[in-house]
C-alpha cells in the first residue's frame, strides 16, 4: 500500500458518515396532505392534518381564570389566626419549665414559633446578642466544609456560636476583574440580614452580632491544635 493509504481511506469513510449524520429531513410548518389511496378516475383522497390550537385547554383555562379573578393575589392575613401561631412555642407545645440553668440560646430557642423565630417584644434578643459579644470564650476550633473559613466558638455557659472573622473592611469593594468564586465573604452579610429582617418584621432569622476578638488570648491560646497549624502563617 502506498503511505497514508490507510489513513486516506478512514478519513473518507469518517467523512462520510459525518455528512450523513447531518442529512436531517427538512420539516415545514404548513399543512400537510398525506395521500390515502387513488380511484380508477385518478382521484386521489388526501388527510388533511390540521393545526390543533387546542381549544379544549383554551376554554379550560379561560374559566379557571374567571375563578381566579374573584381572589386576592396577595392574601389577606388573619392577624386572629397569626397571633395563635406565634404564641405556639416550643415551650408551650413541649411543656417545657423555665429553669435558671437555661442559658440565654435555650431561652431563645424555647421560644421559636411556627412562623417567627422570636416575638417582636422578646427581651432576650437583646440580651442575647450582648452576650454573644462579651461573654468569655474557652475553646475555638475551625469548621468544616466550605470555601471560607468559619470558627466554631464555645463559651463558658456551653453555648455556641459560629464566627466568621473580617477579611477587609466594609467600606473595600470588590475589583471589577476579581474572580468571583475566590472572593472573600463579608463579614457584616449575616449581620445586615438579621437586622433587616427583624425592621420589616419577620422575624426568622438567627440573631447575629459583631465581636472584636484578641487574637492572642481568645484564639492561639484557646483554639484547636489543627487550627493552629495554619491559622498563623501566610
Known sequence: DAPGSAYNSFRKRFLQRTNNSKEVPVTSHVVLEDVVGEDKGGRSDS???????????QEYLHKVSKVDSDYEVIGRTDLEHLRQMNELTFENVLNLEKSSNNTL??????HI??????AEDDPVVNALLHDMATRS????????GGTQIKLVIDYNNSAQALFKPMRFPREQQTLPNHFYFTDFERHTAEIA???LDRLLGFRRAMPVTGRTLNITTEIYEIADGELLKTFFIS
Request: glycine residues 0%.
Open 47 to 57: 388527510v388533511v392534518n390540521t393545526h390543533d390550537d387546542f381549544h379544549d385547554l
Open 193 to 195: 440580614a438579621f437586622h
Open 105 to 110: 440560646l435555650d431561652k431563645f430557642h424555647h
Open 113 to 118: 414559633a411556627k412562623r417567627q423565630m422570636y
Open 137 to 144: 470564650i474557652v475553646h475555638v476550633v475551625q469548621k468544616d
